[in-house]
């Protein structure tokens, strides 16, 4: 017999599009409420998996607005009736231009996102009784937000930092300073014991990313 606690919190990864995407269903165990994380495609095989693990999917999270992270969030946001909430207002316009974004890879069913709510630094999001704060990292676009969990030690990362590497930067409006700047003074203080899940790859500490991350030494 197992009478171990069960966890307030359960997280189910699902890679998808071309690009290997870290979509994620984060549920409170409690009440079995879930949000959906970063749907960039395969809407369908989103859908499966809410149904497999039988949640109640209550709103969609965004951290930023490229196409393997919001492509999937209109679609599935009419097809649940969800709020989608995030990221920051400043990738207002790349989720505009998502149907652009989707031709440069030949997605052509591809639509815009209008979040229901715009996130800051210092907001929270909740689901069920579980809740996590915002923090706003820009670098990889100028609207990326991050969501922390404090009592659990859990970091959605989106494509911050990852195991061993940080978000690329080579765009018009990227900033690899900013980044560096945001990992450096909002994520890295979150503590070493923290675990994180990032936009893609495999999950990993912040402590393991402090001391090993390349592009994280002075």
């Avoid at 765009?171 to 560096?180: M, V």
Wanted: hydrophobic share 40%.
């Amino acid at each position: 017999m197992n009478d171990q606690p069960q966890p307030p919190l359960s997280i189910a990864v699902i890679p998808v599009t071309p690009f290997q995407q870290n979509c994620s269903l984060v549920w409170c165990t409690k009440t079995m409420e879930a949000a959906i994380v970063d749907p960039g495609g395969d809407v369908a095989r989103i859908q499966a998996a809410l149904k497999e693990t039988g949640v109640k999917p209550v709103a969609i999270w965004l951290t930023h607005g490229h196409l393997d992270h919001a492509g999937g969030a209109t679609e599935l946001a009419e097809a649940l009736s969800l709020p989608i909430i995030g990221p920051h207002e400043a990738d207002k316009f790349l989720l505009d231009a998502l149907p652009e974004q989707g031709l440069r890879f030949e997605i052509r069913d591809m639509k815009a996102v209008t979040p229901t709510r715009w996130l800051a630094e210092g907001d929270s999001v909740s689901v069920g009784d579980v809740t996590f704060s915002v923090q706003h990292v820009p670098g990889h676009t100028p609207g990326h937000v991050t969501f922390f969990q404090k009592e659990l030690r859990f970091l959605l990362a989106g494509d911050t930092v990852f195991a061993g590497s940080v978000g690329r930067t080579d765009f018009p409006y990227g900033s690899h300073e900013d980044l560096i700047a945001g990992i450096k003074g909002k994520l890295l203080p979150l503590g070493d014991d923290v675990q994180f899940l990032p936009g893609h790859g495999q999950a990993s500490t912040l402590g393991e990313e402090r001391r090993n991350n390349p592009f994280l030494r002075d």
